[in-house]
């Protein structure tokens, strides 16, 4: 009898502490607080962030912000880095994470992104104007986000958006789920793709490349510094019923 109640009380905490995966599309912004180096990390070595914006995934899960994330490198030579976000840790729960990169800034481009660009003295911080990593205008005082193009989205409060994600092929991140609602993008501009602040730091886009294992390439060394910002979106499990592809309004 004694067993059989041990054997329950582990199946429970099993199951309250490794839940689901998260729905294909929900993205995570994330700060990594590791310093990432091409030429000295070791294969297997941990490094962890937070989440920067609390998210609302589509099966109604509520993520909060600065849930740990965890992740390890892959592999690692002098201009290759291949590293991977295991999971993100939230009220007592360890979700696993499948997820692509989107768009990684630098220390300095984030901060960049958390500074006004409208200058003025004593201004309340709930009046400030603000760029996105990526380009989008954040003018807190109206509550909005802004392109080129016209409206992106709404502002929260501190460096929290919310917007819909935008298609950006010519530079690998195509249209798909996690397209067609609104999401938590943190201080990432809607159609944010690819790498901001380094100087030769690109994303391998191979399909090849094992699903949640994410490349970075550089013409000499990988050195991403901590405090960068890291736009993750989560891939597809196998036979997962995906919403239709749309083109946000």
């Known amino acids: 009898m004694d067993f059989l109640r041990c054997m329950f009380v582990v199946v429970i905490f099993s199951a309250i502490s490794l ?15 590791s310093r990432i180096e091409s ?12 989440v920067m914006q609390e998210v609302l995934s589509s099966d109604g899960r509520v993520i909060k912000r600065g849930a740990r994330v965890s992740g390890h490198i892959v592999s690692a030579s002098d201009s290759k880095l291949v590293l991977r976000f295991d999971s993100v840790e939230d009220s007592g729960q360890t979700i696993p994470l499948n997820v692509r990169l989107l768009a990684v800034a630098s220390m300095t481009s984030v901060a960049d992104a958390e500074s006004p660009v409208n200058a003025v003295p004593d201004l309340p911080t709930n009046e400030w104007t603000t760029r996105q990593v990526g380009g989008d205008v954040v003018f807190r005082g109206r509550g909005i986000t802004k392109s080129a193009s016209g409206v992106t989205g709404k502002w929260l409060d501190g460096s929290n958006v919310l917007m819909m994600l935008t298609p950006n092929p010519d530079v690998g991140c195509e249209n798909g789920p996690g397209y067609e609602r609104v999401q938590s993008l943190w201080l990432f501009s809607s159609a944010a793709c690819g790498t901001y602040g380094f100087k030769d730091l690109t994303i391998a886009r191979d399909e090849s490349t094992t699903p949640g294992n994410i490349e970075l390439d550089s013409e000499s060394n990988v050195d991403i510094r901590p405090g960068s910002g890291w736009l993750l979106i989560e891939n597809a499990a196998p036979g997962e019923k995906l919403p239709p592809k749309v083109n946000p309004k």
């Open 19 to 33: 839940a689901q995966a998260l729905p294909a599309g929900t993205v995570l912004p994330v700060s990594v607080k």
């Open 39 to 50: 030429k000295k990390e070791a294969t297997g070595k941990k490094f962890e962030g937070s």
